[in-house]
């Protein structure tokens, strides 16, 4: 089979509004009385997310210390199931400052199993008819940490901007899994509304950031997870 070529995004800002005070209706009807007249799209859907990293875990160091060119690489699907995994994307995220894009792949259909076999993943990469260089770069890395949550979407009335809602965040410790444990930490306070909008918007939104009654903030939901499991393995 013809190895896969990607599919990359283009470049595109992500402003993030983080709150413990306001559930997820809240921070809904905040969209909806925007003046850039967002509207629902899709349906909600839960997230999952596992991420992979350096065994010194460079790539949550990088954003940690605050490095303006930054990386994640993930594998991405959509649904309930945690362990049947259907039309699995791995995704390689690059940001700098605050724009930034996504190189996406097809990944094969798998199931995770209780524990997690050395090499496992590298099975699926060499599987996925992946490209040679990006099979060499996941050969570096191990799964890290997994994160679920549901997810809400909008759109401005004008198509150039997109909000999201996700709450229900929930995060394994994948590093313990690799040893037949799997930690397990939830966070039902936080939610996230999160504004993205392709570069060539940028000079119209300070505008919409303005209308928000919320203070942008800097958060990484792959840093939230593995600090919370500082105590399980050394950073």
């Known amino acids: ?9 283009g470049f595109r800002f992500e402003r993030k509004f983080v709150t413990s005070e306001l559930d997820q209706w809240q921070l809904e009807g ?31 160091h990088d954003n940690v210390l605050g490095f303006s060119k930054r990386k994640k690489v993930r594998i991405r699907w959509y649904g309930e199931d945690l362990h049947s995994i259907k039309k699995p994307v791995l995704e390689f995220k690059i940001k700098e400052g605050f724009v930034g894009y996504k190189k996406s792949y097809l ?26 260089a990006i099979v060499e770069e996941l050969s570096y890395l191990e799964p ?18 997109r909000c999201t809602v996700d709450f229900d965040l929930i995060y394994y410790d ?19 509304l999160e504004l993205k909008y392709d570069a060539k918007f ?24 593995i600090s919370r499991f500082r105590s399980s393995v050394s950073l």
Not at 30 to 57: C, K, M
Not at 112 to 131: A, R, V
């Open 30 to 60: 905040i969209i909806r009385q925007h003046p850039a007249l967002f509207s629902p799209i899709f349906w909600e859907r839960e997230v999952n997310n596992i991420y992979f990293d350096t065994s010194g875990l460079q790539f949550f």
């Open 1 to 9: 089979t013809e190895t896969q070529k990607g599919r990359q995004t």
């Open 174 to 192: 994948y590093r313990t899994r690799l040893r037949g444990v799997i930690n397990k930490s939830s966070d039902p306070w936080h939610r996230i």
């Open 202 to 225: 940028d000079d119209d939104a300070q505008h919409i950031v303005n209308k928000f009654p919320l203070r942008v903030n800097k958060s990484s939901k792959y840093v939230n997870g």
């Open 107 to 132: 990944l094969n259909d798998f199931a995770i199993p209780e524990k997690i076999p050395t090499g496992f993943f590298n099975q699926i990469f060499d599987s996925s008819n992946l490209p040679d």
């Open 144 to 161: 890290t940490m997994m994160n679920h949550y549901k997810r809400r979407y909008f759109k401005s009335f004008d198509k150039k901007f």
